[in-house]
Nanobody, 124 residues
Framework: QVQLVESGGGLVQAGGSLRLSCAAS????????VGWFRQAPGKEREFVAA????????DYADSVKGRFTISRDNAKNTVYLQMNSLTPEDTAVYYC?????????????????RGQGTQVTVSS
């Protein structure tokens, strides 16, 4: 089992920044990829970004590329999502999730573990 706890969400004005954290605990040695997803009211959950736990290669959704940066601190078992130039369209609950394989990392169903989510609200 892997436990994931997100933090760092909040209310920010358009153009502002937030940094989300995802702290992992438990059997993290089996984790291959950690991803961030988001879900806005009335919308499907969508992929935001992912990072390989070993090696650190990253993947981003086109909607956030150039504005968001995913990183990890293996010593702290924590993955970060730095979000800059936020717009109201970024408003959603953000979840981090952990997967044990590198396959199809943009698909939320590929992830075995998920945190409880943190709310990000961007005002115009």
């Amino acid at each position: 089992q892997v436990q994931l706890v997100e933090s760092g969400g909040g209310l920010v004005q358009a153009g502002g920044s937030l940094r989300l954290s995802c702290a992992a605990s438990g059997r993290t040695s089996s984790t291959a990829v950690v991803g961030w997803f988001r879900q806005a009211p009335g919308k499907e959950r969508e992929f935001v970004a992912a990072i390989r736990w070993s090696g650190g290669s990253t993947d981003y959704a086109d909607s956030v590329k150039g504005r968001f940066t995913i990183s990890r601190d293996n010593a702290k078992n924590t993955v970060y999502l730095q979000m800059n130039s936020l717009t109201p369209e970024d408003t959603a609950v953000y979840y981090c999730a952990a997967a044990n394989s590198y396959y199809n990392i943009r698909y939320s169903g590929q992830y075995s573990y998920r945190g409880q989510g943190t709310q990000v609200t961007v005002s115009s």
